[in-house]
């Protein structure tokens, strides 16, 4: 059973510092990544994907990939209370299907 | 550029009935995957269709089944319903790219099972 863990939160963070989401995956054979951000009763928005170790940056939002330690990260510069949201972190091996984690709860604190 | 449509947006139903969701994927995109989400779970994948074919199926029973037209549109079928069919079904559509495609969702269909 191929499974992606978050934590599922509330993480609480201030506006305008840095939120930091951590996501690991047990199928080391996962190729692609994924983060996408979930308003309450909306549908996913896709925010980044990653398929190589390192630091993808995409304006306020880093993505990290450590694929040795099976572990990929969002990072969200000079937070705002409009990334209020659960994020979800999604892995993908080839042609399989994407896995999802349960998500993580993000409040901006103003 | 339209992106992914869905219809309808809510559905009510009782057990035992039978439903139909639709999906109208984004220009330039050829496949499409269904998914399931339950109230504070991530999606599950139910299937995914491909030139008109299921290509990959989630861990659903047959009552869930779909089909996938030549403008690639599709629907996804639940038939005898269960209270525990109540979710968002999302539909999610790609550029197929030799597993380097990314999905891109539509805005859901809410389905209430009563």
């Known amino acids: 059973q191929k499974e992606v863990e978050q934590n599922s939160g509330p993480l609480s963070v201030p506006e305008g510092a840095i939120a930091s989401l951590n996501c690991t995956y047990s199928d080391r054979g996962s190729q692609s990544f994924f983060w996408y951000r979930q308003y309450s009763g909306k549908s996913p928005e896709l925010i980044m994907f990653i398929y190589s170790n390192g630091d993808k940056e995409d304006g306020r939002f880093t993505a990290q990939l450590n694929k040795a330690s099976q572990y990929v990260s969002l990072l969200i510069r000079d937070s705002q209370p409009s990334d209020s949201a659960t994020y979800l972190c999604?892995?993908?091996?080839?042609?399989?299907?994407?896995?999802f984690g349960t998500g993580t709860r993000l409040t901006i604190i103003p | 550029d339209a992106g992914v449509t869905q219809s309808p947006t809510h559905l009510i139903k009782t057990r035992g009935q039978q439903v139909t969701l639709r999906c109208s994927p984004k220009s330039g995109h050829d496949t499409v995957s269904w998914y399931q989400q339950a109230l504070g779970q991530g999606p599950q994948f139910i299937f995914q269709?491909?030139?008109?074919?299921?290509?990959q199926r989630g861990n659903f029973p047959d009552r869930f089944s779909g089909h996938q037209f030549p403008n690639y549109s599709s629907e996804l079928n639940v038939n005898a319903l269960l209270l525990g069919d109540s979710a968002l079904y999302l539909c999610?559509?790609?550029?197929?790219?030799?597993?380097?495609?990314?999905?891109?969702f539509g805005p859901g269909t809410r389905l209430t099972v009563l």
């Open positions: 269709y491909y030139e008109e074919e299921e290509r």
């Open positions: 999604a892995v993908k091996s080839g042609n399989e299907k994407l896995t």
């Open positions: 999610a559509s790609s550029l197929e790219a030799g597993g380097r495609d990314t999905q891109y």
